[in-house]
């Protein structure tokens, strides 16, 4: 079935259902009336086409207005059915009309600011803290774009005539500072709102809702949820996606099949493995704000697996000494990983811009996983080091959210 035909029979299903149905279900409409159960991985780069006039008219409609082929698919570039039925589901999570996949989140941020600067709205409005790679791709004007920094108060006042986009991140990484986005959709009017919901997901929060027009994953992260497949994905309406899939078509920042795949898989167990692993970032943030080794917890008010914290001593020795936690980049795995984010995920960010968004030199950032959390706690208590018992360090613990 072509990605159009996959689209439109779930189009005509659409019910009012639970978010841990679609996430079982979306996607997989189809299934049981081909005699299926697991959906097929369709790994082709082309496909034959016995009426080329046919074939050239599909196309010239693509180039023309975006709108993903009617009938057999053309060509990888221009879409993938297995894809499609994971675009299928995402975009039913998070209430859009459609999704549109990449390689990578970074390709589908790419995409959304090429696809404004084609128009000649290149400039950006954005409020730190921002996953880092964002914050420099903003910052350096890789793609011709140029960028004001500014906090949500300043969003209206820091709109010109050729913005195109205000971006956001709530909870933003690595500090997990929230941010009210039915307001800050409000201060931008007319310009679309793009919220980075990689920490949240749709279980959590869904930034259509309060007004983003444009919702983005980092799909490596929770959708995936295994630490085995690379991948962006872009909730929106159906007209921004029509340009998303024409930029990708010329930019070629495809999803493989196979990844398109793993994230459907992943999607079923989205709900499940956010709150288990929630629970246990609960009760982490708990401890670690009772603990005199540690200065401050950051844990946001919707819940979430991920915790950040600073440490009074050295944060290099915290991450040199555990064991059971994993030290590495990324999250929202199965597995718990631990990293320093102005050594890693946030160095490429200027030091000074770093620390006034508050990812300081102590801080770690944590992404809470599926272990027993008693086995976790073990782990960081020993990778904390011993307890100096220190009144004065327990005196200036704070928590956050």
Same mark, same amino acid.
């Given at each position: #079935?072509?990605?159009?035909?996959?689209?439109?029979?779930? &189009?005509? /299903?659409?019910?009012? /259902?639970? @978010?841990?149905?679609? =996430?079982?279900?979306?996607?997989?409409?189809?299934?049981?009336?081909?005699?299926?159960?697991?959906?097929?991985?369709?790994?082709?780069?082309?496909?034959?086409?016995?009426?080329?006039?046919?074939?050239?008219?599909?196309?010239?409609?693509?180039?023309?207005?975006?709108?993903?082929?009617?009938?057999?698919?053309?060509?990888?570039?221009?879409?993938?059915?297995?894809?499609?039925?994971?675009?299928? +589901?995402? *975009?039913?999570?998070?209430?859009?009309?459609?999704?549109? +996949?990449?390689?990578?989140?970074? =390709?589908?941020?790419?995409?959304?600011?090429?696809?404004?600067?084609?128009?000649?709205?290149?400039?950006?409005?954005?409020?730190?803290?921002?996953?880092?790679?964002?914050?420099?791709? $903003?910052?350096?004007?890789?793609?011709?774009?140029? !960028?004001?920094?500014?906090?949500?108060?300043?969003?209206?006042?820091?709109?010109?005539?050729?913005?195109?986009?205000?971006?956001?991140?709530?909870?933003?990484?690595?500090?997990?500072?929230?941010? &009210?986005?039915?307001?800050?959709?409000?201060?931008?009017?007319?310009?679309?709102?793009?919220?980075?919901?990689?920490?949240?997901?749709?279980?959590?929060?869904?930034?259509?809702?309060?007004?983003?027009?444009?919702?983005?994953?980092?799909?490596?992260?929770?959708?995936?949820?295994?630490?085995?497949?690379?991948?962006?994905? !872009?909730?929106?309406?159906?007209?921004?996606?029509?340009?998303?899939?024409?930029?990708?078509?010329?930019?070629?920042?495809?999803?493989?099949?196979?990844?398109?795949?793993?994230?459907? /898989?992943?999607?079923?167990?989205?709900?499940?493995?956010?709150?288990? +692993?929630?629970?246990?970032?609960?009760?982490?943030?708990?401890?670690?704000?009772?603990?005199?080794? !540690?200065?401050?917890?950051?844990?946001?008010?919707?819940?979430?697996? #991920?915790?950040?914290?600073?440490?009074?001593?050295?944060?290099?020795?915290?991450?040199?000494?555990?064991?059971?936690?994993?030290? *590495?980049?990324?999250?929202?795995?199965?597995?718990?990983?631990?990293?320093?984010?102005?050594?890693?995920?946030?160095?490429?960010?200027?030091?000074?811009?770093?620390?006034? *968004?508050?990812?300081?030199?102590? @801080? $770690?950032?944590?992404?809470?996983? @599926?272990?027993?959390?008693? &086995?976790?706690?073990? &782990?960081?208590?020993?990778?904390?080091?011993?307890?100096?018992?220190?009144?004065?360090?327990?005196?200036?613990?704070?928590?956050?959210?």
């Amino acid at each position: #079935m072509d990605s159009a035909s996959i689209r439109a029979h779930h &189009d005509a /299903r659409t019910t009012s /259902r639970a @978010l841990a149905t679609e =996430a079982v279900h979306a996607g997989r409409d189809d299934l049981a009336r081909q005699g299926l159960h697991a959906p097929p991985i369709d790994l082709s780069t082309t496909y034959p086409s016995y009426d080329s006039r046919a074939e050239a008219a599909r196309i010239d409609a693509f180039a023309t207005n975006g709108a993903e082929p009617v009938g057999p698919p053309v060509y990888g570039r221009l879409g993938n059915p297995t894809v499609a039925r994971f675009e299928t +589901a995402l *975009a039913r999570l998070e209430g859009t009309e459609a999704a549109v +996949a990449f390689a990578s989140g970074m =390709a589908a941020l790419s995409a959304v600011l090429l696809a404004r600067g084609a128009t000649g709205l290149r400039h950006v409005v954005a409020v730190r803290p921002l996953y880092g790679c964002s914050d420099h791709l $903003l910052t350096a004007g890789l793609l011709g774009t140029e !960028v004001t920094w500014t906090d949500p108060a300043g969003i209206t006042d820091a709109l010109r005539p050729d913005t195109g986009l205000v971006m956001v991140e709530s909870p933003a990484n690595p500090t997990l500072a929230e941010l &009210d986005l039915r307001a800050i959709a409000h201060a931008c009017g007319s310009v679309p709102l793009l919220a980075d919901n990689t920490f949240a997901t749709p279980v959590l929060q869904r930034p259509a809702e309060h007004g983003a027009r444009l919702v983005l994953h980092s799909a490596t992260k929770y959708l995936g949820g295994h630490g085995d497949v690379l991948a962006g994905v !872009v909730a929106c309406d159906e007209e921004f996606a029509r340009r998303l899939r024409q930029v990708r078509f010329a930019t070629g920042g495809v999803l493989h099949p196979l990844a398109g795949y793993l994230l459907l /898989r992943g999607l079923s167990t989205l709900p499940v493995r956010v709150r288990a +692993a929630s629970a246990n970032a609960a009760e982490l943030a708990r401890r670690l704000t009772a603990d005199p080794r !540690v200065a401050r917890v950051r844990y946001p008010r919707i819940g979430g697996a #991920m915790i950040a914290f600073e440490v009074h001593g050295d944060p290099h020795e915290v991450i040199a000494r555990v064991r059971l936690v994993t030290p *590495a980049v990324s999250l929202g795995s199965v597995d718990t990983l631990i990293q320093h984010p102005a050594s890693i995920s946030h160095r490429i960010v200027d030091a000074e811009d770093r620390r006034g *968004a508050g990812v300081g030199d102590r @801080l $770690l950032r944590l992404s809470v996983g @599926l272990e027993d959390v008693e &086995d976790l706690w073990a &782990d960081l208590d020993r990778a904390l080091g011993e307890r100096v018992g220190d009144p004065a360090a327990a005196g200036h613990r704070q928590a956050v959210g």
